[in-house]
């Protein structure tokens, strides 16, 4: 649900409901549906979602969901539109959601990490939220947009792509919570992975250079002529390469 409402929130569209497709194994109970059932109703209440329909089935494999959320729009904010001399900016911190799953997949890890911040990054993964509440801003400012759902380089990679431009980026001015930093000062190489991993679900958008950003928006670079891969840089102008830049899919 709140994945599919943050595709909504980078369009500029506002949410209507959604249709749920439910397919169950034979061993299902009672308890379990109760509780997802509970679980999503609270979203739908919270986020203003209803449920409009769907589906429900069984399966001889594992339980499977599908959820699509349906939104309108008076401004739709395409992912082309970016223009030289853009700035970039992110809603959010980056990089908690990839660290809470790396946590999640290697618990034994950052051992020295205060339970606070542990429990804030494994949160962040479980539990996406989506920038509903910039739609606004989205649609009166942005030049093109997007989530980040595969990781901020590699999403900013396709951003620019499709608008035939490319981008600078400062990796000193890209937002990152606290929780995320001293799990980096643990383990320095963690870094690549917050800028790879994905599932931020914050917003990465291009904002023309009278564009003056809310509190809780960064400008994290520029938009600049040419076709070619975006750069990123350290604080000392230098160039900086992953060995992966996003999530792939296949």
């Not at 649609?139 to 900013?156: N, Q």
């Not at 608008?163 to 690549?192: F, H, N, R, T, Y």
Request: hydrophobic content about 45%; overall charge negative; glycine content about 12%.
């Amino acid at each position: 649900m709140r994945v599919n409402l943050s595709d909504l929130a980078a369009k500029g569209a506002v949410p209507q409901g959604f249709l749920l497709s439910l397919a169950l194994p034979m061993d299902w109970s009672n308890a379990w549906l109760e509780s997802f059932a509970r679980g999503l109703g609270e979203d739908a209440q919270d986020f203003a979602t209803p449920l409009l329909g769907g589906d429900t089935t069984s399966t001889s494999g594992p339980v499977t969901i599908s959820i699509t959320a349906i939104g309108t729009v008076e401004t739709f904010v395409a992912r082309r539109g970016a223009r030289v001399g853009d700035g970039v900016y992110v809603s959010g911190p980056i990089g908690e959601a990839a660290l809470g799953l790396w946590l999640r997949e290697n618990p034994e890890c950052l051992e020295t990490l205060a339970l606070e911040a542990r429990d804030g990054l494994l949160e962040r993964y479980l539990l996406p939220r989506p920038r509903l509440d910039l739609i606004p801003v989205l649609a009166s400012a942005a030049t093109a947009s997007m989530d980040i759902s595969d990781g901020l380089a590699g999403d900013l990679a396709k951003l620019m792509r499709v608008s035939g431009v490319s981008a600078e980026v400062i990796i000193g001015d890209i937002p990152l919570s606290l929780a995320a930093l001293q799990a980096i000062a643990i383990k320095p190489e963690l870094l690549e992975l917050a800028l790879t991993g994905g599932d931020d679900y914050e917003i990465l958008f291009t904002a023309g250079a009278d564009f003056s950003p809310p509190k809780g928006i960064w400008r994290i670079g520029s938009v600049t002529a040419g076709s070619g891969p975006p750069r990123l840089r350290d604080g000392e102008g230098k160039s900086v390469f992953f060995k992966k830049n996003s999530y792939r899919h296949f």
